[in-house]
Every structure is written in structure tokens, then in C-alpha cells.
T-cell receptor, first 111, second 117 residues
């Protein structure tokens, strides 16, 4: 059974600080990795995709992938109250037509 | 112009009833999905269609029957609704890789909150 693990939180971070969200996955053959943000009562929104080892930056967001350690992370710089949401890590395995989601980490940015 | 639209947004119904949820995408994607998000917010795949062909059918009661009349539409019909079916149902679409197997990130619809009483 392929699994994606995240700490459920809540993770509380002061406004302006760096929020660090972590995720591990069980399928070593996984090829695509995603971070989704979900506000309460809304649908998940794709914020980052990463396909190769290393860092990928987009504005205040940086995704980090380490396939050897089967580890994905998301850094949010200069955290804003509007970043308060649940962040879902998601993984697409090689040869797979579906994406498996973690249970999400609740992030709370303290004003 | 909504990319993935689902109707209805809310559905309240009695146990034993039959109901349908509709989904349409205008992104030109070739693959569509139904996911169920339970009260603990865990997203679990139910079905997937690629170009009208059923490609994923997870362990879901056969009271749930998906239908895809074309690659832009995916519907979900649920017979004999039970209390445990109460959840948010999300439709999503994506595009398969042009080479090999795999998919790009999904675009989700706004969800249908189903409450069975």
C-alpha cells in the first residue's frame, strides 16, 4: 500500500517567519510530487509541482525533493496570515494514473 | 470561466435515496477523477476515466457508479444512500504524460458536500 505521511499539526508560525512543512512517501519509484493548499470549506489548490531532486522556487514558496530519503518539503518565506490553511502533500508513482494524498498539515500563521 | 465545475454544491438527502453529481472541465484534459474527502479531511480516490475509459476503480461499494459520456464530463450516481456516504466529493481533471505513465497535477472542482440524514 503506497502511503504519504505528514504531521497533522497544527503548526503555528509567527507572521514574517519561515514555515516548514514536511512529507515522506513509501513508494521509492514515485516520479512526481505536489503541494496543495486547502482553505477550510474550499477545494485543494495546486501551489507547487516538483519532479527532480533539489529545490524549486516560486515566489515565497520553495519545494525541496530528496528521492534517496523519500522526503519532500515546502518552505513558505515571509509567512502571512493568508497562508493559514491545510497543506496537502501528494505523490504520483511511476506508471500510475493517480495521485495519492497525505492527510495534510494544518498551518496557522500568528499575526 | 470555471475550469472544473461541479453541481450541485450542496446535497442533503434521506437514507435510501438515489442521487447524482455532475462534473465538467474545459481545460482539455484527458483524465478525470472522483475523490472522497471524509470528515478528517483525508482525500481518497474512488474512480478515474481517461478519454471515456474507466482506468481506476478503487474499493468502492457498487452503489457508486461513475459515467463519462465524453472526456470533458464525468458524473457520479449513488444508489441507496447511507449515512456513511456523507462527505465532500471532489471531481478533478489532469493530463497524462505524453511519454510513459504518470499524470500532471490535478485541477479540482469546488466540491459537492453530501449530507445523508
Amino acid at each position: 500500500q503506497k502511503e504519504v505521511e505528514q504531521n497533522s499539526g497544527p503548526l503555528s508560525v509567527p507572521e514574517g517567519a519561515i514555515a516548514s512543512l514536511n512529507c515522506t512517501y513509501s513508494d521509492r519509484g514515485s516520479q512526481s510530487f505536489f503541494w496543495y493548499r486547502q482553505y477550510s470549506g474550499k477545494s485543494p489548490e495546486l501551489i507547487m509541482s516538483i519532479y527532480s531532486n533539489g529545490d524549486k522556487e516560486d515566489g515565497r514558496f520553495t519545494a525541496q525533493l530528496n528521492k534517496a530519503s523519500q522526503y519532500v518539503s515546502l518552505l513558505i518565506r515571509d509567512s502571512q496570515p493568508s497562508d493559514s490553511a491545510t497543506y496537502l502533500c501528494a505523490v504520483n508513482g511511476r506508471g500510475d494514473d493517480k495521485i495519492i494524498f497525505g492527510k495534510g498539515t494544518r498551518l496557522h500563521i500568528l499575526p | 470561466d470555471t475550469a472544473v465545475s461541479q453541481t450541485p454544491k450542496y446535497l442533503v438527502t434521506q437514507m435510501g435515496n438515489d442521487k447524482s453529481i455532475k462534473c465538467e472541465q474545459n481545460l482539455g484534459h484527458d483524465t478525470m477523477y472522483w475523490y472522497k474527502q471524509d470528515s478528517k479531511k483525508f482525500l481518497k480516490i474512488m474512480f478515474s476515466y481517461n478519454n471515456k475509459e474507466l482506468i481506476i476503480n478503487e474499493t468502492v461499494p457498487n452503489r457508486f457508479s461513475p459515467k463519462s459520456p465524453d472526456k470533458a464530463h464525468l458524473n457520479l450516481h449513488i444508489n441507496s444512500l447511507e449515512l456513511g456516504d456523507s462527505a465532500v466529493y471532489f471531481c478533478a481533471s489532469s493530463q497524462r504524460f505524453s511519454r510513459g505513465y504518470g499524470v500532471y497535477g490535478y485541477t479540482f472542482g469546488s466540491g459537492t458536500r453530501l449530507t445523508v440524514v
